[in-house]
């Protein structure tokens, strides 16, 4: 399931990681991996707040529909 279907407070492991090379790279690099855990912590109409390695990290829709849990 997409990571952009998650409501708040919902979790899941990371599972694939969809979308060109560019895109793949620039979620790798903000850490959204394989395996990675991963929380919703606020879900707005545009974007979603997740928490993941002790930080959170706000991403828009669009990419979190390439990250499937």
């Given at each position: 399931?997409?990571?952009?279907?998650?409501?708040?407070?919902?979790?899941?492991?990371?599972?694939?990681?969809?979308?060109?090379?560019?895109?793949?790279r620039?979620?790798?690099?903000?850490?959204?991996?394989?395996?990675?855990?991963?929380?919703?912590?606020?879900?707005?109409?545009?974007?979603?707040?997740?928490?993941?390695?002790?930080?959170?990290i706000?991403?828009?829709?669009?990419m979190?529909?390439?990250?499937?849990?």
């Open positions: 399931m997409p990571l952009s279907m998650f409501h708040s407070g919902e979790s899941g492991t990371i599972k694939k990681i969809g979308g060109r090379e560019d895109t793949r620039f979620l790798k690099n903000l850490g959204f991996v394989i395996g990675e855990a991963v929380t919703v912590i606020s879900d707005t109409k545009g974007s979603l707040i997740v928490s993941m390695k002790d930080s959170r706000a991403i828009g829709k669009d979190a529909g390439k990250i499937f849990v």
